[in-house]
């Protein structure tokens, strides 16, 4: 069985920031590419950054420079700095994962974290 928990949100006031974590926990071969997403409420969920296990990295237009993804491999971890938070990125943020078991590869999400911006 193979879970991600996501941890480190919260409430900040705008131009604030946080930091998201990402944790995979199981019988994992390899973690694959890793994705933050986010829903904002009567929104549809949608993509904030991914990395790839080489740690190549995309990111949405509206966060490209103030937000960071990154992952710590050895501690099966996937990571999004947020900085210069604004009150729109209000959002329960998801972790999405590609994960390699022994035969096959899966994708998993996490449960979300909620993020609150106030104005």
């Known amino acids: 069985q193979v879970q991600l928990v996501e941890s480190g949100g919260g409430l900040v006031q705008a131009g604030g920031s946080l930091r998201l974590s990402c944790a995979a926990s199981g019988s994992i071969f390899a973690i694959n590419t890793i994705g933050w997403y986010r829903q904002a409420p009567g929104k549809q969920r949608e993509l904030v950054a991914t990395i790839t296990s080489g740690g190549s990295t995309n990111y949405a237009d509206s966060v490209k420079g103030r937000f960071t993804i990154s992952r710590d491999n050895a501690k099966n971890t996937g990571y999004l700095q947020m900085n210069s938070l604004k009150p729109e990125e209000t959002a329960v943020y998801y972790c999405?994962?590609?994960?390699?078991?022994?035969?096959?590869?899966?994708?998993?999400w996490g449960q979300g974290t909620q993020v609150t911006v106030s104005s």
């Open positions: 999405n994962a590609d994960i390699s078991l022994i035969g096959t590869t899966l994708e998993y």
